[in-house]
């Protein structure tokens, strides 16, 4: 089993900046992407980004060029940096591990993590 626990939310004005993070424990050595995604009220939950052990990254159109996903693998830790925030990013963010094939279940989520942005 993988633990995921997400620390870093919080209430900033638009324009700001918040760094997310995501600490792994439990079986981490079968991760093999983590990511982070968000829901909005009365939204469905979205992807905002990726990052592969290759890594390889993707990112929503919507913040790509403003939100950089980042890992320390030494700490099992992962990132989601937020610069340039807008009204529309407040959401709730959730982590998510995504293990290889071979070991199951393959998606792990965090409890989530608030972030609002104020005008």
């Known amino acids: 089993q993988v633990q995921l626990v997400e620390s870093g939310g919080g209430l900033v004005q638009a324009g700001g900046s918040l760094r997310l993070s995501c600490a792994a424990s439990?079986?981490?050595?079968?991760?093999?992407?983590m990511g982070w995604y968000r829901q909005a009220p009365g939204k469905e939950r979205e992807l905002v980004a990726t990052?592969?052990?290759?890594?390889?990254?993707n990112y929503a159109d919507s913040v790509r060029g403003r939100f950089t996903i980042s890992r320390d693998n030494a700490k099992n830790t992962a990132y989601l940096q937020m610069n340039s925030l807008k009204f529309e990013d407040t959401a709730v963010y959730y982590c998510?591990?995504?293990?290889?094939?071979?070991?199951?279940?393959?998606?792990?989520w965090g409890q989530g993590t608030q972030v609002t942005v104020s005008l």
């Open positions: 439990g079986s981490t050595f079968s991760i093999n992407a």
């Open positions: 998510n591990a995504k293990t290889y094939p071979w070991y199951q279940p393959r998606d792990y």
């Open positions: 990052l592969s052990n290759d890594l390889s990254t």
